[in-house]
């Protein structure tokens, strides 16, 4: 992965800049000490417009926190797959950065009925919406050029937050073993749960009675439209954390 900053009134970079705050990232998935097109590309604008290029800043990188829940087909992570991810990128003051959401193919969807339940129902996600939904490593890829487009840095300077995201993180980390790959975010945890028993804790001097989203977002008067999809439980965890440290949106 390379960044480049530059000022974009060159036509050569006047469009990708102009589109990006006058930034633009080179991004590829090349092995690291391997040649690459995108050196090439890098090596030109730098010998070309020297002048419109400067370093970043140490210290200049700041720590973000990736919102983030799934749908699943169950509850066993190697064996349940992930049918659904919603994320939403905060920096260090809460405000967002973008949001991602995508359906995910899976291969065994009879695994979502056993048990005499139906995970299907209990998501709204149709089974057939899925057949045609991106496949697990498209996905994760997707999620990660996203959260690398916002971010400006490396991804293990993320860390993951939500509502009990050690289910979430367990089966991320699954998957992305699946594929081979390193799963690439911060292995600390910023639970949801965990700041709201801190805020009542210190407001009534008492711990809450439940702390499941749906607990958390009564107590402090979140809607969430459509409860069990990944993107509208992602959006009332964001607006639970905003309300709770007084960044809720006016």
């Known amino acids: 992965f390379r960044r480049v900053l530059f000022r974009s009134d060159e036509p050569f970079l006047r469009l990708y800049g102009s589109a990006n705050h006058h930034k633009v990232s080179v991004l590829c ?40 829940d799934l ?10 797959e992930i049918t659904q991810i919603g994320a939403v990128m905060l920096d260090d003051k809460l405000d967002e950065l973008g949001s991602f959401e995508t359906l995910v193919h899976i291969n065994h969807p009879e695994r979502g009925r056993e048990d005499s ?23 994760l890829r997707a999620l990660e050029t996203f959260a690398r487009s916002k971010v400006g840095f490396e991804l293990g300077k993320v860390s993951l937050f939500g509502q009990n995201p050690r289910f979430d993180a367990r089966f991320l980390e699954e998957a992305y073993k ?45 809607d969430n439209a459509q409860a069990h999809n990944a993107m509208s439980d992602v959006r009332a965890t964001v607006d639970a954390l905003r309300k709770m440290t007084k960044k809720a949106d006016k």
Request: hydrophobic fraction near 35%.
């Open 178 to 222: 699946s594929c081979g790959w390193k799963f690439p975010f911060d292995f600390h945890l910023v639970a949801l749960e965990s700041v709201y028993a801190s805020h009542q804790l210190e407001k009534t001097g008492q711990l809450p009675e439940g702390m499941r989203l749906k607990d958390i977002c009564k107590k402090l008067g979140v």
């Open 117 to 139: 339940f139906d995970v299907f129902a209990y998501t709204g996600i149709d089974p057939a919406s899925l057949e045609t939904a991106p496949h697990l490593k498209d996905a």
């Open 29 to 68: 998935y090349c092995r690291k000490g391997k040649f690459c097109h995108g050196d090439i590309l890098v090596q030109y604008a730098v010998d070309k417009y020297p002048h419109l290029f400067e370093k970043e800043e140490k210290g200049a990188e700041m720590k973000c926190l990736l919102a983030i």
């Open 71 to 80: 749908e699943t087909t169950g509850l066993k992570p190697g064996y349940n």
